[in-house]
């Protein structure tokens, strides 16, 4: 048997383990058994929060040697501990010297650079969401996304009657990995598509969301890991259920627009979920942490000269994306969506971060025990490590499923949990080593490639590896 989760509307979330054998090893066990091998795995700090100058060399050199190989042209990477962020370095640039869309000019990377998160926007955005309405009772992990209180039997359709919301969190829900065809792909058919230069509107709600409620399945759920977007576009929709139906977002909240083309009378139209969800991030993660350069759809000005660019889109929108979703998806739903959209800087990412790492136990916002819930892998059937290390919307840097090239947070704790953007971003939060990592590049500028991509997956590696040697 494994442990299960229980929780009472209103109180905080509780974890009650059972333990039957030693197929089922707590996450604490586990991390004993990696403290006990020496001195790697311990709480990294300064007694006094400085470092000498130099401390970082050895990090500032992974990132030099990477955009001299054109893994990216620029990056901004930072290091936080529980005393806050001890490590923030800007390098490069926008381009590779050519004038960026917006300016017309080649920024240098400053430490408040945006960057568009792709998915991470899955778990600072949408799991984040998911985790402040588990601890209030409202989110059960084991419920049907089908039932009445979420998105309704018109969600069964297809075969998806037994998804739960923990199938959606873990990626096994039986989805394929991204609809088939994209929302963007002209024979899917939204308004914009049809045009040379499509705007980024929300004139494809109502049919995107149709298309999810008959979206059909690759595998039973719950019996195979698929990576899926679609999973986290629903995780959206369950998320602005939630938060219309218990009040904590109101009409007057939403973007406008988002819901421009509806009458005020029709904002319980069930697509509209979608401008719920994304209130409940601005009001409460991102306005509740203070965070100013975390959100969605970031303003023309200033915004868009802020950000890096991504790649050069000669399919869908024929030019160079900044200051835009480059998710081509996220863009047919107008730039906000649970799986990619999310624009923010390494200070307000920490913040966020800082916040899940180093929660007390009484948190009223999200307390450590619902940190741990969401962040850990248990090694038996309900997180079902033999499918992979996924946690609840997290990944995990874990030794046990993970081989070494796979550990993208390099020599950080197997009780590591991360994720990873495409467009060339990265998390590492250790609970072990206490320290948080953030890794920010524009790696598929100008044209994304395979090539980029393997180099990313080892700069990423060795980037953690080299925080690992320094604070050791």
Known sequence: MCPKERWAAGAPALIVFVWLGASCLSSVTTAALFVGEGTKWKSWSSSSGVYPSNTWDKVTAVLEEAKKNATFPGCVAAVGNESGLIYTQPLGSFTYGDPDPVSHTNPPMTPDTMFDLASLTKVLATTTASMILYQRGHLDLDMKVSDPELLGPDFARNGKEAITVRNLLLHNAGFPPDPKPNYWDVAF???????????EDFSCQAMIYAALLNQSLQYSPGTKYIYSDLSMITMMHVVGTLARDHGYVEPSDLNVECVHHQPNSSHSLPYLTQCYYEAFVRRRVAEYLGLQQLLFLPPRSPTWALTAPTWNDTVYRHQVMQG????????ALGGISGHAGLFSRASDIHTLLHHLMFASSTDLWINSTTVHTFTTVWPCTVYNTSQSSRALGWDTNNYHVKSTDERLCGALSSETFTHTGYTGTQVCCDPVGKVITILLTNRCYKTDSIHTKELIALTRR????????VLH
Do not use: E, H, I, R
Request: glycine share 8%; charged share 10%; hydrophobic share 30%.
């Open 189 to 199: 058919g939204c308004p914009q598509t049809a045009q040379y230069y499509p705007k």
């Open 324 to 331: 835009f979703v480059s998710d081509g998806n996220s863009y």
């Open 462 to 469: 060795l980037f953690n590896d080299a925080v690992v040697q």
